[in-house]
C-alpha cells in the first residue's frame, strides 16, 4: 500500500507540476483555491491511554481539486513548499483552527488542543510569532489551546535556532511538540538541551515493536526519558491493537492513530467531545 501512495503522490506532483510550469501559474491556482474553500481541515483525535479519554487532536489539511478530486498532504505540500506558499496554507488551517475553537466555545462545548503542523520556511521569518499571535488573538483564542508540532529533521543541522524559537512560542503558553520524533539524528540532543512539551513518536519508530524486543527497549526508555523530563509522549501511527497494549504497558501518555480513529470531518470530531470516551 505504502508503495502504491508513493507513486501516487509522484503521479499527483508531476500532474499538478506540469500543468502550473509557470510559477506564478500556481500562486494564481493556491490563491484561487484557498479563496474557493478547496482546502479544508480533517481532524484526528489524540486519546489518553490513563484516562482512556480524548485529550485533543491534530488538524491535517485536504485539498478538495475540483478536477483531481481530494488530494492528501504528500500530494500538494512539497509542492507548495518549493515556491514559499506552504506559511500561506499554514495560517489558513490555523485561522480555521481558531475559527473551530471559538465556535465551540460560543456553543458551550467543552474544549481541548487542537495541534498544528508548521512548516520550516516560516521559522527563518521574524516576523513569525507576531503573526502567530496576532491571528490567535483576533479569535480570543486561550494560548494554551493551540500546540505547533514542527518535524524533528526541519532542523538537522539547526538545533540551536529550534531551540530559541520554541522557548519563544512557549514564552507566549503554546505547547510546542517535536514531530516524526525518533525519525531524525538529533533527538536525544534535543531531549537534553530544548525545552518542549511533548514529542509525538515516530510511527517508523513502532514498526516491529510487536517482534522485536529491541524495538520495544528503545521506545520504552525514551518514554522513560521523556517523563523524568516532564515531557508528554505520544505515539502516532497507532494501527493494532498489540500496539496499542504495548504502548500503555510501556507508560506512553497519548495515543493517535487508524486504530483509535481516523482523521475526522468537523462533524464527526464535534460528536467526540461531547462523548469523549475512547470508542
Ligand atoms: P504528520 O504530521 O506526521 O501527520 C500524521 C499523518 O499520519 C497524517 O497523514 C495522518 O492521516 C496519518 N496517520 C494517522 N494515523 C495513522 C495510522 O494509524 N497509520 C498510518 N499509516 N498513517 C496514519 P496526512 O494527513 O496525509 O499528512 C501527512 C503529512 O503532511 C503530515 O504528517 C504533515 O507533515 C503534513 N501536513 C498535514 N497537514 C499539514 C498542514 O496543515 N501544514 C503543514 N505544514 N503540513 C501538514
Ligand atoms: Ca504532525
Ligand atoms: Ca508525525
Ligand atoms: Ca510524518
Given at each position: 500500500l505504502?508503495e502504491r501512495q508513493t507513486?501516487g503522490s509522484?503521479y499527483?506532483?508531476e500532474?499538478l507540476?506540469s500543468?502550473?510550469?509557470?510559477e506564478?501559474?500556481?500562486?494564481?491556482?493556491?490563491?484561487?483555491?484557498?479563496k474557493?474553500?478547496?482546502?479544508?481541515?480533517?481532524?484526528?483525535?489524540?486519546?489518553?491511554?490513563?484516562?482512556?479519554?480524548l485529550?485533543g487532536?491534530?488538524?491535517?489539511v485536504r485539498?478538495?481539486?475540483?478536477g483531481?478530486?481530494r488530494?492528501?498532504?504528500?500530494?500538494?505540500?512539497?509542492l507548495?513548499?518549493?515556491?514559499?506558499?506552504?506559511v500561506?496554507l499554514?495560517?489558513?488551517?490555523?485561522?480555521?483552527?481558531?475559527?473551530?475553537?471559538?465556535?465551540?466555545?460560543?456553543?458551550g462545548l467543552?474544549?481541548?488542543p487542537?495541534?498544528?503542523?508548521?512548516s520550516?520556511s516560516?521559522?527563518?521569518?521574524t516576523?513569525?510569532e507576531?503573526t502567530?499571535?496576532?491571528?490567535?488573538?483576533r479569535?480570543?483564542?486561550?494560548?494554551q489551546?493551540?500546540?505547533f508540532e514542527?518535524t524533528?529533521?526541519l532542523?538537522?543541522?539547526?538545533?540551536?535556532h529550534?531551540s530559541?524559537?520554541?522557548?519563544?512560542l512557549?514564552?507566549h503558553?503554546?505547547?510546542?511538540s517535536?514531530?516524526?520524533?525518533?525519525?531524525?539524528?538529533?533527538?536525544?540532543?534535543m531531549?537534553?538541551d530544548v525545552?518542549i512539551d511533548?514529542?509525538k513518536?515516530d510511527?517508523?519508530?513502532?514498526?516491529?515493536?510487536?517482534?522485536?524486543?529491541r524495538?520495544?527497549?528503545?521506545v520504552?526508555h525514551?518514554?522513560?526519558?521523556?517523563?523524568?523530563?516532564?515531557?508528554?509522549t505520544?505515539a502516532?501511527?497507532?494501527?493494532?491493537?498489540?500496539?496499542?497494549?504495548m504502548l500503555?504497558?510501556?507508560?506512553?501518555?497519548?495515543?493517535?492513530?487508524?486504530?483509535?480513529?481516523?482523521p475526522?470531518?468537523?462533524?464527526?470530531?464535534?460528536?467526540l467531545?461531547?462523548?469523549?470516551?475512547l470508542p
Open positions: 505504502k507513486s509522484l499527483y506532483d500532474v507540476r500543468e502550473l510550469l509557470e506564478s501559474e500556481l500562486e494564481k491556482v493556491f490563491a484561487k483555491a484557498i474557493d474553500g478547496e482546502f479544508y481541515v480533517v481532524l484526528q483525535p489524540k486519546y489518553s491511554l490513563q484516562t482512556r479519554r485529550v487532536c491534530e488538524a491535517l485539498w478538495d481539486h475540483p483531481k478530486g488530494l492528501a498532504p504528500s500530494q500538494f505540500i512539497p507548495l513548499e518549493k515556491h514559499n506558499l506552504l500561506t499554514d495560517m489558513f488551517v490555523l485561522e480555521q483552527v481558531c475559527t473551530l475553537i471559538k465556535g465551540w466555545q460560543n456553543k467543552p474544549i481541548f487542537i495541534s498544528v503542523n508548521q520550516r516560516y521559522l527563518f521569518n516576523h513569525y507576531r502567530l499571535v496576532d491571528l490567535i488573538d479569535y480570543g483564542v486561550s494560548h489551546l493551540i500546540e514542527l524533528e529533521s532542523f538537522l543541522n539547526d538545533v540551536k529550534l530559541l524559537v520554541l522557548a519563544s512557549r514564552s503558553s503554546f505547547l510546542v517535536i514531530d516524526d520524533f525518533g525519525s531524525g539524528y538529533s533527538s536525544l540532543t531531549l537534553k525545552g511533548v514529542i513518536l510511527q517508523g519508530f513502532l514498526k516491529g515493536t510487536d517482534e522485536h524486543h524495538g520495544k527497549v528503545v520504552q525514551v518514554i522513560a526519558m521523556a517523563k523524568q523530563l516532564g515531557i508528554t505520544v502516532e501511527g497507532v494501527e493494532t491493537s498489540e500496539q496499542a497494549q500503555q504497558l510501556l507508560g506512553c501518555d497519548v495515543v493517535q492513530g487508524y486504530f483509535f480513529s481516523h475526522l470531518e468537523i462533524s464527526e470530531y464535534e460528536a467531545l461531547i462523548d469523549d470516551r
